[in-house]
């Protein structure tokens, strides 16, 4: 089945410093989404990519969706304690896979102040 | 602003007990979504229903069922819980097929 790889599995980072993550899979998606998830509380979607090379900000979360549509990278830029949380990618498959969701097993960030 | 509800944030049941989760969207929404959340593993597919009385199997359907009476409410049910369904389960819905889905706030469910 298809399957994300979705890194680093966790980070601690010191506030201020730029973070980045990616997912990568042997799959083609077409559309990329980046949700965030609190302790405790269901997924918010971040930011979602719908063309392959599209890079698409939100405030200072940016991500971009490879060219290859294999592909996407989340990056957080000057982190502050409550970017704390667990970052997930999700892929979208194609009309003819029944547009499922696959979704990568997350990235847990943890800051330190 | 989509609202995706739950009905409950935390449950604890004994093994072998019947359990409804009932998810509740007000956007209107086509498609609702099961899923399952565990360390490490991500976010898994149940079930999900694009349509009333329409249930599709997701990727782990075993030891569930789904009923989508109303458009606005998906109810998740454990026939008969055991300590391997202890979980995080989150209801998302979509608009349509290939839009993006919004997410409950997700209810923890201790099965001892």
């Known amino acids: 089945g298809q399957q994300l790889n979705q890194s680093p599995q966790s980070m601690f980072i010191q506030e201020g410093e730029d973070v980045s993550m990616n997912c990568t899979s042997s799959?083609?998606?077409?559309?990329w989404l980046w949700y965030k998830q609190d302790p405790g509380e269901g997924p918010v979607l971040l930011i979602a990519?719908?063309?392959?090379?599209e890079l698409t900000s939100n405030g200072r979360l940016t991500a971009q969706f490879g060219i290859t549509r294999k592909d996407s990278f989340l990056n957080i830029s000057a982190s502050i304690p409550s970017d704390v949380g667990i970052y997930f990618c999700?892929?979208?498959?194609?009309?003819?896979?029944?547009?499922?969701?696959?979704f990568g097993a997350g990235t847990i960030l943890r800051v330190k102040s | 602003d989509v609202k995706v509800t739950q009905s409950s944030r935390y449950l604890v049941k004994r093994t072998g007990e019947k359990v409804f989760l009932e998810c509740v969207q007000d956007?209107?929404?086509?498609?609702m979504f099961w899923y399952r959340q565990d360390p490490g593993l991500g976010l898994r597919l149940i079930y999900f229903?694009?349509?009333?009385?329409?249930?599709e199997k997701g990727d782990i359907p075993e030891g569930y069922s789904v009923s989508r009476e109303k458009k606005e409410r998906f109810s998740l049910i454990l026939e008969s819980a055991s300590t391997n369904q202890t979980s995080m389960y989150l209801c998302?819905?979509?608009?349509?097929?290939?839009?993006?889905?919004?997410f409950g706030p997700g209810t923890r469910l201790l099965v001892l």
């Open positions: 998302a819905s979509s608009f349509g097929r290939a839009e993006t889905q919004y």
């Open positions: 999700a892929g979208q498959l194609a009309p003819e896979y029944g547009n499922k969701l696959v």
């Open positions: 799959s083609i998606f077409n559309t």
């Open positions: 990519l719908y063309k392959a090379g």
């Open positions: 956007m209107d929404h086509e498609n």
């Open positions: 229903s694009y349509d009333v009385k329409m249930k």
